[in-house]
């Protein structure tokens, strides 16, 4: 039975990522010149760091160099979480993007720019902001109906959600003029 480099190296690599508590995204393989380009994607719910990344690159380092999955041939390796503007393909990619705007391809060739609001097994609660004045709508949406969706980049919101001390009552202010 045959499998592909792209298979043998997630077998390889899963099991390192999910030892730092990371999902391995994705895995490509890429003719860079004389060489190739090994790019691993990893993500968690609490994003990545680029220490994590630093310590999970020089493990695959060292496991690609102990096995034969890449070859003969030099390559480099880049270990990086997902962009800002990476596909929405896994249910896990819908719960990160929970308060996030977001722009959906639905299979009946529309378009929709929504807030994800919350996210349960069958699809999406979504607020569709208002147009000219006009009040946000609520909307359901299931993943069936989806067919891309990708987060927008938001420079400016004006509703941005309160600070994590805020939220626990915390008046991070005071705190910092009583030490001074």
Do not use: W
């Amino acid at each position: 039975m045959s499998t592909t480099q792209s298979e043998r190296l997630r077998e390889l690599l899963e099991p390192l990522a999910a030892s730092k508590e990371l999902d391995l995204e994705e895995i490509t393989v890429t003719p860079a010149g004389k060489r190739r380009v090994l790019r691993v994607v990893v993500d968690s719910d609490n994003g990545v760091e680029l220490d994590t990344c630093a310590e999970l690159s020089r493990e695959v380092s060292e496991k690609l160099d102990a096995t034969d999955v890449m070859g003969d041939g030099e390559y480099v390796l880049e270990v990086t979480s997902p962009g800002a503007d990476r596909p929405l393909t896994e249910h896990r990619h819908y719960v990160r993007a929970n308060g996030r705007l977001v722009k959906f391809q639905l299979n009946d060739d529309g378009e929709l720019t929504a807030r994800i609001l919350g996210i349960d097994d069958e699809g999406l609660d979504l607020e569709v902001p208002g147009v000219k004045g006009r009040k946000p709508t609520a909307r359901r949406l299931d993943f069936g109906d989806i067919a891309k969706a990708r987060v927008e980049i938001e420079f400016s919101r004006k509703d941005k959600k309160p600070s994590r001390d805020a939220e626990a009552g915390e008046d991070v202010d005071a705190e910092n003029a009583e030490e001074a």
